[in-house]
Nanobody, 115 residues
């Protein structure tokens, strides 16, 4: 059973930074891709950033240039560095991992950006 545990969320002022971490219970090198999604109040869940096993990344247009996804295979952890945060970035952020046809999710971590 794969477990993903997010951490690093919190309350920050607009313009500030946060770094989210997603620790996996096993080797993340077995995942074809890992990513971060978010769900804001009243909105659908959306992809924020994704990184493949080869290190390729893609980002939502709304965060491109402000957020950076990275992975540390030795620590079985994926990170999301979030800079220049905006109030519209407020959401619950979820870690996601794909292995073959299976998708795994973390429990989520709240990010709140005050104006």
């Amino acid at each position: 059973q794969v477990q993903l545990v997010e951490s690093g969320g919190g309350l920050v002022q607009a313009g500030g930074s946060l770094r989210l971490s997603c620790a996996a219970s096993g080797s993340i090198s077995s995942f074809s891709a890992m990513g971060w999604y978010r769900r804001a109040p009243g909105k659908q869940r959306e992809l924020v950033a994704r990184i493949t096993g080869s290190g390729s990344t893609n980002y939502a247009d709304s965060v491109n240039g402000r957020f950076t996804i990275s992975r540390d295979n030795a620590k079985n952890t994926v990170f999301l560095q979030m800079n220049s945060l905006k109030p519209e970035d407020t959401a619950v952020y979820y870690c996601n991992a794909i292995r073959v046809t299976l998708a795994y999710w973390g429990q989520g971590t709240q990010v709140t950006v005050s104006s």
